[in-house]
């Protein structure tokens, strides 16, 4: 006849058991974050306080948060911002951009109504970070982004068009929620460069956001640009239902510096 610590160590073994095998199925269904609550769970023995609807309530909504997770990290990855920032980081400070503008502006309807948004100013100003904050919270609330640096993406372009993908690329680019493009008009576009910009603006007007910075005042972009027929369709497309972010103030750059001594 078994004593009851005998079956109290049998119990617990089996329960044991019992709790690898629904560890190790959730597993092998990629049921990652239910796997890892459900152990850590049972583990500290707070299974207990939980009632079967709560328990299964707390395991859907840790697997939730942990694709959630997943996922968010995907997006950030495949946009390949420049900066990792959040709307929390962005510098107000010495009234260097419209406090309000900015935080209404990353709630990210904009993305729902196809505006673009426009950030100028000086080198060293934030407009990167800025728009990167932006960027992140698009890409939390689901939407898919991409950043570009304004050079580099013409030269991608530019290859493109050279080994036969040309068509391929702007096809992802046409699928983004929001394009970030930075620092626009670093260089003046050749013809290729602009013919290229006409196509990604012309398949995203209406459907899509683009965020553009740049040192440049827009009203300078026109000679940025070149030849006034497409500037002018350029720039229709891209300022016309645009919201307007002028930076101001001292670079940042210059603020990080180490004094000398």
């Known amino acids: 006849m078994k004593t009851s610590v005998e079956e109290t160590i049998m119990n617990k073994s089996k329960t044991n058991h019992t709790m690898t095998e629904t560890i190790s199925k959730m597993r092998q269904m990629r049921l990652l974050g239910m796997a890892k609550a459900f152990q850590l769970t049972m583990e500290s023995g707070k299974n207990e306080n939980f009632t079967p609807d709560e328990m299964v309530s707390h395991l859907v909504e840790s697997e939730w948060d942990e694709r959630y997770n997943r996922k ?3 997006s950030i990855k495949a946009a390949r911002f420049r900066y990792r920032s959040s709307a929390e980081q962005i510098d107000f400070s010495e009234n260097r951009v419209n406090k309000n503008q900015v935080l209404r502006l990353v709630e990210c309807d904009f993305i729902k109504r196809a505006e673009n948004i426009i950030v100028t100013g000086s080198t060293g100003i934030g407009k990167s970070f800025l728009a990167s904050a932006i960027g992140h919270q698009a890409c939390s609330l689901g939407y898919r982004v991409l950043y570009q640096h304004s050079t580099k993406l013409f030269a991608k372009l530019k290859l493109a068009k050279a080994d036969g993908s040309y068509m391929k690329e702007l096809s992802k680019i046409e699928r983004q929620h929001l394009l970030i493009i930075d ?3 670093l260089q003046t576009l050749d013809a290729q ?3 290229a910009l006409m196509e990604v603006i012309e398949d995203r007007h209406g459907k899509t956001s683009t965020i553009f910075t740049s040192q440049v005042p827009v009203n300078k972009w026109h000679d940025i640009i070149g030849e006034q027929t497409i500037a002018d369709a350029i720039l229709d ?3 016309h239902d645009a919201h307007r972010i002028e930076m101001k103030g001292e670079s940042l750059r210059k603020k990080k ?5």
């Open 193 to 195: 460069s602009r013919s």
């Open 72 to 74: 968010l990290d995907r």
């Open 257 to 261: 510096q180490p004094l000398e001594i």
């Open 237 to 239: 497309r891209i300022v």
């Open 183 to 185: 620092d626009f008009g």
